[in-house]
């Protein structure tokens, strides 16, 4: 495996050989297998699990690790193809990503959307440009519309909890203060039906999934046995739900529209998930969440510290999966 | 050893335990006794020595770190309890700290106190909160309160340099341009008087510490046959002293009062460690400070220029001891 | 080796003894090499190739390191003699800097030049106080005259390509928005001189390369049998060249004076480099720029993106080079 950027981009048997490769490898550690490798890796946006975990994936497998954050010790790096280079960028990502690569024996590289044009995020553009640049190893951290790690971590977590293959895996819009991206809505409701689940998102008006976000979800399905489909009542979705999993993002009627997509959300404080949203119709519903949550705006207390939520294992399952996948680029066939 | 939080939860043999494995592991290193062990470091709060010798130690061992900087590169964490998280924090401690100690084998935390309210601070509010949610091995890298690592180091400081421990130990405030936390004085002055010595807090009006601080230094006298007092007179306290331990902090008669702090500190700029202190007093006195120190602020050029200055071996044996605190919580018994 | 901080300090055939134990490792590497060895890394100023390069030398020999960058997780550091330090930095380099020296058992620095004062900065005055601080194996990683790294760099890339060792090597002003400091050409100069190559100097009016720094490398010539002139005639400076080496620095005649060197450089738009600069006088030559490089600005997109560019395998080799220092200083004798 050379480059692990979408989950879409393998088979459904090779997921399941990465999640028993890191099965394997969480119960018995092989800490000298990348012995005097190095991960590189280039964060443009914060992290918390995501830098913690790379670090300590590649120390379990006895690699080590340097971190880049341009802004934060290194300069601006530029990204527009042609740009006149007269502003704050003192680099541009055509130089500085061959560089880093050339030092490293797999890069990860974490660049969010930029949340301004919808067909341009979703097209990965800026993720794209800088892939075409790195001739080695080469792991999504979070891009524009993906987020691979967290995806692979989740299908993970449902594993070890059991949770049915078929059973139904809710993905609820959560109020947020501002708009954020769409990578982890797009990658879950993915993953969920790649798994072969019955996704329902569950969204209030102006926050549907793209069209090509839903149909790349739908085709998964198809391939799966699972099924996808969207609605903004609430009762509805999480009947009988087995999984809800929380997630904010920004409007997509008015995508990029600061403004217009303050405006709905000011409706929508109410979509922070609490304790009542589960009774009579799905009691034994666990939360998932990709962390960070900001804690009685997203999601209340009382559900975060109850034992209906597993987002502690699922963030101990980045550093699982992401071990599977440092492992599987670098020494090989699992 | 699970945790190492307050020299005071330690036993006298305990300590002595430690030192002699620091000073064992000083003369006799193990390359090798950390190897595939994960260090998680989370500064709240900036850091040189802290930082610098928590990766060298874990290094020196064979083991390996990462660092978390909330604010540089990773988001703000909140650490209210209750917070309704809608302002700047992403991420509450309740989230990102066990998922920062489920990456690792062993978890450092710095966090400095809030300086507005003595009880809260004194009470180790915050770092309880956070301590009460790692469950792996954790050490304090300072806290509002203490800084146990500093206090280790500065005890084996004084025994490299058979400073008698019945000596005496003068811990003086020095000038600063604003107030500072009480961890360090508190710390010092506990430790002093555990190891046995004739302790005296040399402090202007205002800025006497609080009386809990005075009392669990008190204890630890009592138990080790040294003594604790606290005055306003130069002259009276460094005479035959053996060590000076120069520290700024903050007026605790109006503790939290930026103005009426300012308004006490404004007369004090004498309180700058200079070598006529030492005349016909204590001729032979070292100078001790935790470091970082603001030259010709807190104490002169002459003074850490001369032989008279074992800030370095202090600084250096933060390294030392801390090596021995890994190994001991890491591998197992002294 | 104990010191690494000036390629003058050496002899050429030191020189090449360096540059064949960098093609050695880069052949047969030596992972184990450092094991158990600590870097420090001090960075005064933003990096990217000389972080990443630095750490992943280390990995690449067994070895690990610590970052330390003041004003981003560490305190400022104040650097002038005898400061009353009432202000922003809380710590003076006479204790930070011996205290990251007793961690580790090898320093790098960077620290780039304040531009105020020529003189002051020629002089290295900054660099020289800290050098003096540190009683373990130092590596320069650009001081305010000179980066060594970066010059056994661009020998060892030259070498690469087979470049005669008396072609002609063209350092190029290159525009930027603002001046920059001269310590990359002055190393560049120097070590093309030191090759034993016909160095011209291309640079409009106000832009000479300091006396010193002209007569330091004509020293070098003239041992190496080579020659350096400076000419703002780009024609005929190009004639022939097998290397255009494009760099920014800042006005000379105004050195210090922002508006006045801003005036200056207003004018210079044009110093872009581009394909036509090598019509008729130099079409095989090679385009050499240490990186950053504003694209567009300084060198134009046609140059950076042809065959024409080398300035990929030049980044690469600082981690070749500066692999065969950390094994030279750390482990003895090449």
């Given amino acids: ?24 490898l969480e119960k018995s550690p092989e800490p000298q297998a990348l012995a005097g490798k190095i991960l590189g890796l280039l964060f443009l946006n914060p992290s918390l ?6 670090q300590a994936g590649m120390a379990r497998l006895g690699g080590s690790s340097f971190v880049i954050t341009p802004g934060q010790g290194t300069w601006q790096l530029e990204t527009k193809l042609g740009a006149v280079m007269n502003g704050v960028a003192a680099e541009h990502i055509r130089e500085g990503i061959p560089v880093l690569a050339s030092y490293c024996d797999a890069l990860g590289i974490r660049a969010f959307a930029d949340c301004k044009d919808l067909a341009y995020d979703l097209a990965e553009t800026n993720f794209t440009a800088m892939a075409e640049l790195v001739d080695k190893p080469l792991i999504n951290l979070e891009s524009a519309a993906t987020h691979p790690c967290q995806a692979l971590a989740d299908w993970k977590t449902m594993d070890d909890l059991q949770v049915s293959q078929h059973g139904r895996f809710v993905l609820s819009w959560a109020y947020h203060p501002r708009a954020l991206p769409l990578a982890v809505p797009a990658a879950a409701v993915h993953m969920a039906a790649m798994r072969g689940m019955d996704v ?10 793209p069209p090509a976000v839903m149909a790349k ?3 998964a399905a198809a391939q799966s046995g699972g099924s996808v489909r969207e609605t903004a009542d609430r009762r509805d979705a999480l009947e009988g739900a087995n999984i809800i999993y929380a997630k904010e993002w920004g409007s997509t009627s008015c995508y990029g529209d600061t403004a217009g997509d303050a405006k709905l959300r000011a409706e929508l404080l109410g979509w922070c998930v609490r304790n009542d949203w589960f009774t009579n119709t799905a009691p034994d519903c666990r939360l998932m969440h990709c962390l960070p949550v900001r804690r009685n705006t997203a ?11 597993i987002v502690q294992r699922e963030a101990f399952n980045r550093l699982v999966v992401q071990t599977a996948v440092l ?5 090989g066939k699992c």
């Fill in 49 to 54: 699990r995501t830098l913690a975990s790379m």
């Fill in 1 to 24: 495996m050379r480059r692990f950027l979408d989950l879409a981009d393998f088979e459904r048997d090779e997921v399941s050989a990465l999640l028993q490769l890191a099965r394997r």
């Fill in 299 to 309: 999601v209340a207390d009382e559900v975060l510290d109850s034992p209906r939520s």
């Fill in 327 to 331: 492992y599987e680029m670098l020494i």
């Fill in 200 to 209: 329902v998102v569950l969204r209030p008006e102006g926050f549907a999934l």
């Fill in 217 to 219: 979800a739908r085709r």
